[in-house]
C-alpha cells in the first residue's frame, strides 16, 4: 500500500525539548503539506513543499518550527524547546496537482504531547 | 477570521435517511473544495469534491451541492448506515496562482451520528 505514513503515532516530551516527526508521502505524489490540529478544530496549515522546495510557510510556524523535504520524497518537521501550546496532532498530506486540482491525502497523523 | 465554516457541531439521523452536512465559505478566490471524514486519532479521509465550474458532483452514496452565490456547499449522504458515523469536514483551496492554491483551509467539523 501506498498510503502516506507517519512516525511516530504518539510522542510525549518534556518541555523544552526538541522533537522531530517524519512523513512519507505516497510515491509519485510531488506536493506535501504539514497540518496541525487541535481539539475541537479543524486542520489548520503550516507548510508546503512542492518537489524539494518549501514554497509556503503559514504564520503559525514559528522560528522553532522547520520542515525539510531533502530529495522531494520523505518530509520531517522539526520543533525546538517545545511548549506545552505544541501539543497536537500533527497531520501530513501529499498531493499530485492534475488539471490544475489539488487532492490532498492525509497520513494517520502523530500525536505529539507536551508535559 | 474563519474563513470556511460549518454550523452545525453535530448531526444525529436514523439509518437509511439522508444526512445534510452543510459548509459556508467567505473567500470568493476560493475555487475547490473537498470534504474528508474522520474517525478519531486517524487522520482525513478524501471523499468527495467539486470544483466551482460545477454545481453538483456525485459518488455513490455522496453528493456535494455548490452555491457559489450563497458561498455554500453541502455534502448529502444516502442512505446514512451507522459506518458513516465520525467527523465531517469541508475544506477549501483557491486557484491556481492565487495565495490560498493548495493549502486547504478547513471548517471546524461536524459530528455525525447515524444510529440503527
Known amino acids: 500500500d501506498t498510503g502516506v505514513s507517519q512516525d511516530p503515532r504518539h510522542k510525549i516530551t518534556k518541555r523544552g525539548q526538541n522533537v522531530t516527526f517524519r512523513c512519507d508521502p505516497i510515491?509519485?505524489?510531488?506536493?506535501l503539506y504539514w497540518y496541525r490540529q487541535t481539539l475541537g478544530q479543524g486542520p489548520e496549515f503550516l507548510t508546503y513543499?512542492?518537489?524539494?522546495?518549501?514554497?509556503?510557510k503559514s504564520r503559525l510556524l514559528s522560528d522553532r518550527f522547520s520542515a525539510e523535504r531533502p530529495k522531494g520524497s520523505f518530509s520531517t518537521l522539526e520543533i525546538q524547546r517545545t511548549e506545552q501550546g505544541d501539543s497536537a496532532m500533527y497531520l501530513c498530506?501529499?498531493?499530485?496537482?492534475?488539471?490544475?486540482?489539488?487532492?490532498?491525502?492525509f497520513g494517520p497523523g502523530t500525536r505529539l504531547t507536551v508535559l | 477570521d474563519q474563513q470556511v465554516k460549518q454550523n452545525s457541531p453535530s448531526l444525529s439521523v436514523q439509518e437509511g435517511r439522508i444526512s445534510i452536512l452543510n459548509c459556508d465559505y467567505t473567500?470568493?478566490?476560493?475555487?475547490?473544495f473537498l470534504w474528508y471524514k474522520k474517525y478519531p486519532a486517524e487522520g482525513p479521509t478524501f471523499l468527495i469534491s467539486?470544483?466551482?465550474?460545477?454545481d453538483k458532483n456525485e459518488d455513490g452514496r455522496f453528493t456535494v451541492f455548490l452555491n457559489k452565490s450563497a458561498k455554500h456547499l453541502s455534502l448529502h449522504i444516502v442512505p446514512s448506515q451507522p459506518g458513516d458515523s465520525a467527523v465531517y469536514f469541508c475544506?477549501?483551496?483557491?486557484?491556481?496562482?492565487?495565495?490560498?492554491?493548495?493549502?486547504?483551509?478547513f471548517g471546524q467539523g461536524t459530528i455525525l451520528t447515524v444510529h440503527p
Open positions: 513543499f512542492q518537489n524539494e522546495a518549501q514554497l509556503e
Open positions: 467539486i470544483s466551482s465550474i460545477k
Open positions: 475544506a477549501a483551496s483557491g486557484r491556481a496562482g492565487g495565495t490560498s492554491y493548495g493549502k486547504l483551509t
Open positions: 473567500n470568493s478566490m476560493f475555487d475547490y
Open positions: 510515491s509519485e505524489h510531488n506536493r
Open positions: 498530506a501529499s498531493s499530485l496537482v492534475a488539471g490544475g486540482l489539488d487532492t490532498q491525502y
